[in-house]
């Protein structure tokens, strides 16, 4: 018998505009000891069919028909007493975002068990006791379990919810989502430890993901989702390697991988079904290339293909395979293939050392005494170089310095060391008046496209702006914002002019924030993870726009990402960064084939892979980066480096300690002069014990003396 | 030391420095009044120059300003008020009781209002959208918006002159004379007195913790960490009272802050039901510029508010775990 069985599930929102069908006539059915994925782009139902199978929808949700049933009862006919009983006991939850999931007034230890008394009559000693075994089990420290949750790092908050959610050993855990917004290094180490523990409690899993590749390599079986359709449904390894289905196929197409950087990757045009309605035809159909009159008629019923655990919703099964050749072509796609490296020009930002550190508020007392205050690098002697139209891809994880780093040569941040040099003109040029011209010719994209357009704008407000701040191109305001709006794809322009941000999807909104920046003729681009809230193929189109505007334009583009997958695809150059430094740069093709420093290892190991048939090495690295306060001398990264000898805790390696070419690395013991990954993996388990006294840095500063 | 005996230590040397400030600003406030507290009596005859001089004396006010500043401020600071210029009676011995008055009226209401509208509030923020919610936040708002004194006189009318259930003035009965604040408030004829102005204030004050409790509850009420407690199988309640933990830090802000500010009084209120607080006093001894009443009635206001603060900043500190005590660092 199966563990969790859903049936024909229907979910309606009720919203002042009318009902919208979130998720329709879904089935699927969990085995135990499964560990099943739920993929598909947002506003796809997958996060809606959790919260079904929850009982957690919220007040405005219901389910209209359909059942779910699990072991053998159906929860949708329970009572929310009878609810509450199933709940954590038998359905466990690792909620989305681990930052705001917490309860920041209750101790962790205490919300652990909250849950566990909830629901057993034990004593608080062994509920305790308990607590600290779950702590251990997740890898966190059982002394912290008094600590409140501000105290503790993001992926270290994620680690609390999952020793939650294993706390009464249920028979079923829902991830929704468990690692968006963390780090890539991170997040393989959480998606190792569901796996690793799961594997132990023997409890099935439902995983909830935009990213195929976490799926490939954590599920057993998975369902596409695509406007509240089940659009292809099986096992992992039929689904991913042999999609039947147009809308997995470019689901697949567009997740970027480090292997393939000189390829681009193929983003599905267009954006989400309006659900207002329920679907009579393909819901894929107006972004289909393959669709025809017979996908207008109908939504194709699953259909099982023969001898394998596989089923695909389309009219066309038949001719998948066909459809799978012509699915990598762009064309197919209706994007036109205008790839032709244009030639890089002069070079037009350069830093020398540039630096920028913050002084730490110090105690009155100690400032008294004359004590020099402590600094935090934030960015410590940074030497770039970017030409006209070129990217430069600046990758690290959260915490390295590289938004600074990006604040800082934008001028939004004064640097407080090193050269600068734009346009031919140093630093203290811009600084001294000429900072509106500097502001016209540089221009920053922001992290959030819902934050940083003014709600209260017309599009034509918004991209208006910059023109009358810079006096630029008033007389034809007008043409200089559509022309601007049509070179960012947001065509026909006229249309958008009179629309408010709310009226857009989230990727439209993010080439309105483009085209604010475009708007002025930059000759220099700063985007600070313009992509990480976006999903998979909205991120493709993005990089590729930005892509067509560094070969068109000739403008030069800084691209800051923590996502090395997306900065191999788009960039030129890579430079990586960590604790406020850069530790290796060079071509992309040169730096993605054959890393050099440690670090970068372990950042191209971390990233998930699509193709469920390759077996990738985890390279974990241990703890998180220290404090910039106190650095420990020599190199930064020896404390976490798998290979650090005593020469790397003495002395810091320069970045030209290894050079080839124009790639340039600062490690005395470079990779890829022996064999790197195996080599990695098995030093791992050594350097633990080499290195007990580790910590990760506490919260808060480190003044406390 | 310890990181929050330090932020302790930070705040208590600005409530200091903060108190000084105030006791200055009054000092100099007053003497930049026009006239001076005996003016009236020059202009009525009654006092010869000789006279005037002598009093003057009496009271140092013939000295240069930096000397009366100095010991003005001596004393202040130990407590002594001095002597009330127009009623020849130690000024602590006037102030005393008023104060007393007063706060027996509005702490207890203002204990109670906080609990109860809080509550309330935290209970229709939970239920947003229902008659109980829209109800509540248009009469707290009538009431917070509306004078105090038209509300108490609106109560007056009714419960006292149509209703006949209470009366309508004072605190006790006139024929009443009794001795010791035990004797004065332990007794029927008090609580008599004593409901219609504690009803009024609690209305009064109950807007503003209602709406506080209510915006927090509905701010927290979408907010993960609520999701996460509800998937663990807390009842509908406990959840509330968690939404309503994680909510209470402005009403504790607010609460504490209030209590600083009961010190001095609800004026208008004392007026209408002849209530005989330190709000009305200060008013008459300001229109007669006595000068010792005044300066050690704002003195106490002053450091009333400033102690409060400081015991918000000490609670905020205490409930609060993600409050940095060590005063804005790097977080």
């Not at chain 1, 049933?69 to 929860?75: A, H, I, P, S």
């Not at chain 1, 009159?293 to 066909?322: F, G």
């Not at chain 1, 193929?537 to 090395?564: C, F, M, P, Q, W």
């Not at chain 2, 959208?129 to 007056?156: D, H, M, Q």
């Amino acid at each position: 018998m199966s563990l969790l069985d859903i049936t024909d599930l229907t979910v309606t929102y009720s919203t002042d505009s009318g009902t919208v069908h979130a998720v329709n006539d879904v089935s699927f059915s969990i085995d135990e000891g499964v560990n099943y994925g739920l993929a598909g782009e947002s506003g796809s139902g997958k996060s809606t069919l959790a919260e079904a199978v929850l009982g957690l929808l919220p007040s405005n949700g219901s389910v209209e028909s359909g059942s779910i049933e699990f072991q053998g009862r159906d929860l949708t006919g329970l009572s929310e007493r009878e609810r509450r009983d199933v709940l954590w006991e038998d359905i466990a939850y690792i909620p989305q975002s681990a930052m705001d999931s917490l309860d920041p007034v209750m101790s962790t230890g205490a919300q652990i068990r909250q849950a566990i008394q909830t629901h057993r009559n034990v004593t608080d000693d062994k509920a305790r006791s308990r607590v600290r075994e779950l702590f251990e089990i997740v890898g966190l420290d059982p002394d912290r379990i008094d600590d409140y949750p501000h105290e503790f790092s993001g992926g270290m908050r994620q680690r609390v919810t999952i020793a939650m959610a294993l706390a009464l050993e249920p028979d079923l855990i829902i991830a929704d989502e468990p690692t968006t917004g963390l780090d890539v290094i991170v997040q393989d180490k959480i998606i190792d430890k569901i796996l690793e523990i799961q594997d132990r409690m023997d409890s099935s899993l439902l995983l909830i993901t935009h990213e195929i590749g976490v799926i490939a390599e954590t599920c057993d079986e998975l369902s596409i989702l695509y406007g509240g359709k089940a659009m292809e449904q099986g096992s992992v390894d039929n689904v991913l390697v042999n999609p039947t289905n147009p809308y997995t196929m470019g689901l697949k197409n567009s997740f970027p991988e480090i292997e393939e950087g000189d390829q681009d990757p193929v983003s599905i045009p267009g954006s989400p079904p309006n659900l207002s309605e329920e679907p009579s035809a393909c819901v894929f159909k107006d972004r289909c290339p393959f669709a025809t009159e017979e996908c207008e008629a109908s939504h194709p019923d699953l259909v099982d293909l023969p001898n394998r655990n596989h089923r695909s919703a389309c009219h066309h099964v038949t001719k998948a395979a066909q459809m799978r050749r012509d699915a990598t072509d762009p064309e197919t796609w209706g994007i036109p293939d205008s790839h032709d490296e244009s030639d890089r020009g002069e070079v037009l930002l350069e830093t020398d050392g540039l630096e920028k550190y913050y002084e730490q508020s110090q105690p009155l007392l100690e400032q008294l005494r004359g004590n020099d205050p402590n600094y935090v690098r934030a960015v410590d002697g940074v030497s770039l170089r970017v030409r006209r139209s070129e990217i430069l891809g600046i990758a690290g994880e959260s915490g390295c310095g590289k938004s600074t780093l990006g604040e800082t040569i934008a001028l939004l941040k004064q640097p407080t060391g090193g050269e600068f040099v734009f346009d031919g003109e140093p630093y203290e040029h811009y600084a001294d008046g000429n900072m509106r011209e500097f502001r016209r010719k540089v221009q920053i994209i922001f992290q959030d496209p819902f934050d940083s357009l003014n709600p209260r704008q017309t599009v034509r407000q918004l991209v208006g702006e910059p023109l009358t701040i810079h006096d630029y191109r008033t007389d034809e305001r007008e043409r200089a914002i559509i022309e601007t709006l049509e070179k960012v794809g947001l065509t026909p322009a006229r249309k958008f002019l009179d629309q408010y941000p709310h009226q857009l999807s989230g990727g439209q909104r993010q080439r309105v924030a483009v085209a604010k920046a475009l708007v002025l003729d930059p000759d220099f681009l700063i985007c600070d993870e313009p992509a990480s809230m976006l999903d998979v193929s909205l991120k493709v189109n993005l990089l590729n726009l930005l892509r067509e505007l560094a070969d068109t334009e000739d403008i030069g583009i800084v691209y800051i990402s923590h996502d090395l997958a997306s900065l191999v695809q788009v960039s030129d150059r890579l430079a990586i960064m960590y604790l406020g430094r850069v530790i290796e740069e060079g071509d992309v093709e040169s730096i993605a084939a054959e890393p050099k420093h440690p670090y970068t290892t372990s950042l191209l190991a971390a990233a998930p892979e699509k193709d469920p048939t390759v077996d990738r090495d985890r390279v974990l690295l241990d703890g998180e980066p220290p404090n910039p306060v106190d650095l420990p001398s020599g190199c930064v990264f020896a404390p976490r480096c798998p290979k650090a000898e005593d020469e790397c805790r003495e002395s810091e390696p320069g970045l030209d300690t290894v050079r080839s070419g124009e790639h340039r690395a600062a490690c005395y013991f470079p990779d890829g002069e022996t064999p790197a990954a195996d080599d990695l993996a098995d030093d791992r388990s050594d350097s633990q014990y080499g290195d007990p006294e580790f910590s990760p840095p506490a919260s808060g500063d480190s003044a406390s003396d | 030391m310890s990181e929050f005996q330090r932020f302790l230590a930070k705040r208590l040397a600005i409530s200091i420095v903060l108190t000084l400030v105030a006791v200055s600003v009054i000092f100099v406030v007053l003497r930049l009044l026009p006239g001076s507290p005996f003016e009236s009596l020059v202009t009525a005859g009654n006092l010869s120059q000789q006279q005037i001089t002598e009093i003057r004396a009496m009271y140092g006010l013939d000295q240069p300003m930096w000397r009366q500043y100095l010991s003005y401020l001596q004393s202040i600071l130990l407590f002594q008020f001095g002597y009330s210029i127009l009623r020849s009676q130690p000024v602590w011995g006037v102030l005393a009781p008023r104060l007393v008055n007063t706060l027996i009226l509005l702490v207890p209401a203002l204990v109670t209002t906080a609990v109860l509208s809080s509550l309330l509030g935290m209970y229709v923020g939970w239920n947003r959208g229902s008659k109980l919610e829209k109800l509540s936040i248009i009469a707290t708002t009538f009431l917070r918006s509306t004078p105090v004194f038209i509300t108490g006189i609106l109560f007056v009318i009714i419960f006292a002159y149509n209703l006949e259930l209470v009366p309508a003035f004072g605190m006790r009965s006139i024929s009443a004379s009794p001795e010791g604040y035990v004797e004065t408030f332990a007794s029927l004829d008090f609580l008599h007195h004593y409901i219609l102005p504690f009803t009024v204030s609690v209305l009064y004050y109950s807007g503003d913790f209602l709406l506080l409790a209510r915006n927090g509850v509905v701010e927290k009420r979408g907010s993960e960490f609520l999701k996460l407690h509800r998937a663990k199988g807390l009842s509908e309640m406990q959840q509330l009272a968690r939404a309503g933990r994680n909510s209470m830090l402005p009403i504790l802000t607010y609460f504490a802050l209030r209590l600083g500010m009961i010190f001095q009084g609800l004026i208008l209120l004392e007026v209408v039901f002849g209530w005989p607080g330190i709000g009305r006093e200060l008013v008459l001894a300001i229109q007669q510029q006595d000068y010792p009443l005044v300066q050690a009635a704002v003195f106490i206001m002053a450091l009333a508010v400033i102690v409060a603060n400081l015991v918000a900043d000490v609670l905020y500190a205490y409930f609060d775990p993600t409050v940095s005590t060590s005063g804005g660092g790097a977080a």
